[in-house]
């Protein structure tokens, strides 16, 4: 005989269990991303010589960040653990989100992915990568032939 036919309110009885967590945790105060997903602010601009990635990350250590190029993605991964000065305070309000992120930009084919450059100054990573020098096209007279 199956678990459900010898226990019907098995399900219903999980899923109460389950609120009774989730109630207890918002009671407490304890922090929690309530299933959010963290994933810093980006900006990304360039010039005629130059493209830059700039990524918001505040209250990230420069140790716990990751920073890629794979072909033509540069694929930045990295956490921003928790805050919490002290182990018994409790939350009033929590709006800061934390966790593990990755962030992939896809970067144009006239970038020299050989220059590139990164720079974590007060909470801001800044990636620059230079352009490749344009090469001029040549100019050419082409005959034009007839048939006859």
Partial sequence: MSDSKKKPFRELQDVAHE?????DRF???EPTNWGRVWRPNTDVFES???????V????????EVQLTLEGNILRLVGERTLYREKADMTYRNMEV????FERNVHLHES????SIQAF???GFLEIKIQKRAQEKAESQTIEIETNE
């Fill in 111 to 114: 970038v020299d992915p050989k």
């Fill in 48 to 54: 005629q010589n130059e493209m830059i990635v700039l």
């Fill in 27 to 29: 009671v407490k105060q």
């Fill in 19 to 23: 609120m009774d967590e989730m109630f």
């Fill in 97 to 100: 989100s934390f966790g593990a």
């Fill in 56 to 63: 918001e990350l505040a209250g990230v250590k420069k140790e």
């Fill in 120 to 122: 974590y100054r007060d």
